[in-house]
């Protein structure tokens, strides 16, 4: 049985892999994506090796195994089941789910993400637009065009969100921005890439560019 601390890096290992960018995952990333030291990292990384979790190799990077693949998406499956029922049935706001999902996904009763996942209807995404994984580990598709890669003159609607941080989605609360906000690109600024966009139809505003690169659209 993994600790919690093993199932947090699986799960972040698996975030990493599931990045656009396709880019290896060094333990820089990992630490920074934990906010732990590179000491600690690398410690972990071959505690995770030697159970066969991960592999781990200087020039490619970390992968996961078969094994830690299938225990990083029942971590995610539990993490994103319990944002929709904090959001959805018990009230938390967007910025607060996150943190406590942190704490409930590593309840290991062995059919509990079942049952929470029938009560909620079976969702496919969680409230950041992140996919559900069911089950058997399938998963419906991710979103990855961003509103900062999005053709001005269109309006597009609000898919997920690549930054979770409680700063960001305050942010967005104050601005009225939910997962299915319509949001119309009016501009780019060429010399530092903000964006010109109207919110629902509203007066337009002027966003920075790493707004539009945190926000994922269809």
Not at 82 to 87: A, D, I, P
Not at 113 to 122: P, T, V
Not at 141 to 147: D, E
């Amino acid at each position: 049985m993994n600790t919690f601390s093993e199932e947090n890096y699986l799960k972040s290992i698996f975030r990493l892999s599931q990045m656009p960018d396709g880019k290896k995952i060094s333990t820089s990333a990992i630490a920074e994506s934990l906010g732990n030291n590179p000491a600690s990292v690398v410690d972990m990384i071959r505690k995770l090796t030697d159970k066969q979790l991960i592999e781990y190799d200087k020039k490619k990077g970390v992968k996961l195994t078969p094994q830690g693949q299938q225990d990083a998406i029942q971590i995610v499956r539990k993490h994103r089941l319990w944002e929709v029922f904090l959001l959805e049935k018990l009230g938390y706001r967007w910025d607060e789910i996150h943190d406590i999902a942190e704490e409930l996904e590593h309840i290991k009763h062995h059919d509990l993400a079942d049952r929470l996942e029938k009560f909620l209807e079976y969702p496919e995404y969680d409230p950041h637009g992140d996919p559900i994984p069911k089950a058997n580990g399938k998963m419906a598709k991710s979103f990855s065009v961003t509103l900062a890669d999005a053709k001005p003159g269109s309006t597009y609607r609000v898919a997920a969100v690549r930054d979770t941080s409680s700063d960001f989605l305050l942010y967005l609360h104050k601005l009225e921005i939910n997962i299915g906000t319509h949001i119309k690109l009016i501009e780019k600024i060429a010399f530092d890439g903000s964006l010109v966009i109207s919110i629902n139809a509203a007066e337009p505003s002027t966003v920075s560019a790493k707004f539009g690169e945190n926000i994922l659209i269809s």
